[in-house]
């Protein structure tokens, strides 16, 4: 009995260990995986839930706006980083030349559905392809078109194209003058009929030298301390001052229009045999070296007006004491007529109009009869205004120097002052003497004893003022002379 019940303990041993063998056997074979995503985990604070995107793969396309940069892709792995791979942005670098309209870039990434940051444009929740490709760029260039873009050019701030106004009645009612034939040319915009041409003891004030100080030389009162401005302008307080042609109501006999003949000095004059013509005129208005003796046959003897800086009388008496000028022309009916260039002119004005002598400068102590003669007074003498030779040039004579290093010094010539101050003043005019398409055929002045080229000078832009007279002549405002 103890030999049976050893054996059957034996037996039970036996199919234990073998269920125990086979029971590991059947679960090698039949082991099975649990997938994570059945797992029920807590979340993070601060995390969301993120679902899986239905397909497996899709491209993401973005168009990129039309600007003035063309985006280009790059990773900022640095610095932009997610638990699940590297952020793909967008960044900006300029371009040289031509833009593209539009441009397609495909963005692919091999991490399985990569975080997206709040800053990522055009998010879909569907998982983009991913690829090694890069985006391919086409190198067919844009068209460029050949039509220049207009653009609006602001006046510089020295120009200043506002000015005084003087409200004075005209002085004639000539139905066929230069006013009332301005509004039906091109010139009838640029035309001011109330500029003031003149400036006299009114404009002497603070407000006004504070208003002019802005521009330099004959454009307004830069430069000059408010003392001699003063002190000149205070003498020019007889109405003989306030208008050029102070004597018509004398002169008038009857005639509804002023005719006036305006001579420059260009060798055009020499032989026209226009001299008689010329003095015909009411008012006879001259500038510089106005040599008349000998010459009288080409451009006659009279001088109402006589137009002058004293730098330039200065220098037409030191160039043309040889062919005769020794000075302004003197006679009765003269007036003398300042462009003031400089603080000399205010001073030997005043030296004038009070029969002084020059207080300082390069004609200090000098009596401005030794100029003007003995009669001189300030009942003939005037002094344009600083608006007005600013007008003519702003609005006549813009000149292309205006935009260099020289648009300080760069003015008017004292002619074309002295024409277009006719044309405001007067109801017909004619020029004489002044700069025509051929002047290379004849020499620079009409009393040059030798043939002489004009000389052009970065002051003036004499070939501008030549084109401007043949505009004034074919709009019927002034008559001008050219050879046949």
Known sequence: MTRMGFKQRLLICFLVVSSMLGLYTLCVSLE???????????????TRRVEEPRSNSSQVTMSLPHSTHVLKLSTESDHQHSSSGVITTLKAQPTHGALPRQEDYTTSSRSPSPQLSARSPQVTTRRP?????????????????????????????????????????PQTECADGVRSRVSQTEFGERFLVNIPVLQWAKHATQEEYERLQQYPGTHGWKGLDFQTVLASLSALNTEANRQMLDDWARRANGSSCIRCAVVGNGGILNGSNRGREIDQHDYVFRTNGAITKGFEEDVGTRTSHYTFSTNTMRNSMASYGGQGYHGPP?????????????????????????????????????????????????HNIKMYHPDF???????????????????????????????????????????????????????????????QPVGFYINHDLR??????????KAGLIQLYMRP
């Not at 099975?32 to 601060?46: C, E």
């Not at 490709?133 to 510089?156: F, G, N």
């Not at 300042?338 to 020059?358: E, S």
């Open 32 to 46: 099975i995986q649990v997938p994570w995503n059945v797992m029920a985990l807590a979340p993070f604070p601060g």
């Open 129 to 169: 392809q991913v690829t090694t490709r890069r985006p391919q760029v086409t190198t067919r260039r844009p068209q460029v078109t050949t039509r220049r873009p207009q653009l609006t050019v602001k006046d510089p701030p020295f120009i200043g194209d506002s000015y005084a106004r003087e409200d004075a009645p």
């Open 389 to 451: 030779v600013r007008y003519i040039r702003n609005r006549f004579l813009r000149s292309h120097t205006l935009t260099t290093k020289y648009k300080d010094i760069y003015r008017p010539s004292t002619g074309a002052v002295m024409l277009l101050a006719a044309m405001h003043t007067c109801d017909k005019v004619s020029a004489y003497g002044f700069m025509t398409p051929d002047y290379s055929k004849y020499s620079d002045h009409y009393f040059n004893r030798q043939f």
């Open 464 to 473: 501008m003022e030549m084109n401007l007279w043949q505009q004034l002549h």
């Open 330 to 378: 003197q006679s009765e009916e003269t007036r003398y007529v300042f462009l003031p260039d400089h603080d000399r002119d205010y001073l030997l004005l005043k030296a004038a109009a009070m029969n002084t002598t020059v207080e300082r400068g390069p004609e200090k102590n000098r009596k401005a009869s030794v100029y003007f003669g003995k009669n001189v007074s300030v």
